[in-house]
């Protein structure tokens, strides 16, 4: 049974592999080598998720020890800013998981909706989670490659 739990400043370097392995895995159908590396170096350093334990809402889901997902919320925009899973761990439930305790944790807070800008590998995935696609989403990286990501949103229960 997966747990998930709020993340601690220990979790932070599992966290940062797990982002690394979930993207370079699960994406390379989906975008270009190039567009993956430019995508990667254009990610947020360590420094900023020790920052974000304190400002957004950062979980984890674990099989035992092991952190197997990551899921970052940011209450002021009611936007999911991340959410991974590790790729032996796809297609398990693990994401659904991570993101029925963000939107429980959106709707706690009030929030009508929630949104999210999602790997084009992730569509299907956001669909069968009720969410609604609004378009496409340009991230422009460090080097000025422009990733493309899907945006979603859905509405919450009140």
Request: contains cysteine; proline residues 3%.
């Amino acid at each position: 049974m997966y747990n998930v739990r709020p993340a601690t400043v220990e979790d932070v370097d599992p966290i940062y592999s797990l982002i690394y392995a979930s993207i370079c895995e699960l994406c390379k159908e989906h975008y270009s080598q190039e567009k993956l590396d430019s995508f990667i170096h254009t990610l947020p350093g360590k420094v900023l998720y020790y920052k974000w334990l304190t400002d957004r809402i950062l979980i984890v889901c674990c099989n035992g020890k092991d952190i197997i997902g990551f899921g970052q919320f940011d209450p002021a925009e009611s936007f999911v800013d991340a959410l991974y899973i590790h790729p032996e761990y796809t297609r398990k439930g693990v994401g659904t998981k991570i993101l029925h305790y963000l939107e429980g944790v959106a709707g706690s807070l009030k929030k009508t909706d929630i949104k999210i800008n999602a790997a084009v590998n992730a569509t299907t995935f956001y669909e069968k989670c009720g969410f609604v696609q609004q378009g496409t989403f340009f991230i422009t990286c460090k080097d000025h490659t422009k990733f493309e990501t899907i945006q979603f949103s859905k509405q919450l229960n009140k």
